[in-house]
């Protein structure tokens, strides 16, 4: 039935220039669609909107928007629309593309319900949402912040505070200088270089990280932690996991006290310790 009522795949664009200036913000708001956001323009905002359905205009209406310090896309399926538009096949994101140049300096605050979302050279405050699918975040001056409902988190040099939390794939951050926020109910976690304090939490893979510059939280129910200290930092932590070993290496120049458990297995130090207390049941 949805193969016969899918109508003939045909090209949809539509390109709109908007007025941006450095330091401003651009916000997306879309129902549909896969969306990239890159910081090239020297000024203004270009969109471009795509998709393989010939009758988009007929399903969805855009609106674009431009006020002081900003400018705002929003693309919404239409009352009684929606149907047609699910056995159209739609409701997938990758059918429809939106393709977004700012100025480098911008923030910006991206939701989409229907595909993923790229975003990199941008010198801001980012938000991104998306209910679909994945996020890829690269070369960013500013705070992240990132969440999903059904697709895995990447993120790369990214110079600010960040938060990265999907409910069903996994997370893989290299380079941020700033504190650190991952979560997952679905997937491993794989950190490289966190400046900052760091709370990893998944409940269904392991967690490997590696240069932590602060204080770490790591905490699984079905994997394996693994933890390596930068040199110097004396921040400490706490790892636990239900269903796994904990490794976790540290500069034996910083003096740290140790309270190290284990329900199914032994505690083993490569390095001398002074024993206060040892238990065993």
Known sequence: ??????PAWADFRMERRLALEPGGTFTLDSDIGCVTVTGDSSSG???????RRDDFGELFDLRFDESPGGATVTVKRRDGRWLKGFWGGDWFGNETQIVVHVPSK?????????????ASRLAGRLVLRTSGASLRVEDVDGP???S???????????RGDSTAQTSGGSIDVNGVRGRLKATTSGGSIDIDTVAG?????????SVQIRGAGGRVEAHTSGGS??????????GGGELSTSGGGVRVEIDPRVALSIDASASGGDVHSDLPVTIQRLARN
């Not at 039935?1 to 899918?6: S, Y």
């Not at 709370?199 to 893979?205: K, M, R, V």
């Open 1 to 6: 039935l949805a193969f016969l009522a899918t």
């Open 45 to 51: 905002a270009t969109v471009t909107v795509s998709s």
């Open 106 to 118: 911008t923030a910006a605050n991206i939701r989409t319900s229907g595909g993923s979302i790229d």
């Open 144 to 146: 992240v912040e990132g």
């Open 148 to 158: 999903t409902s059904g697709g895995s988190i990447r993120m790369r040099d990214v």
């Open 197 to 205: 304090e760091l709370y990893a939490s998944t409940s269904g893979g």
């Open 225 to 234: 932690v693994t933890v390596r200290m930068a040199a110097g930092n004396k």
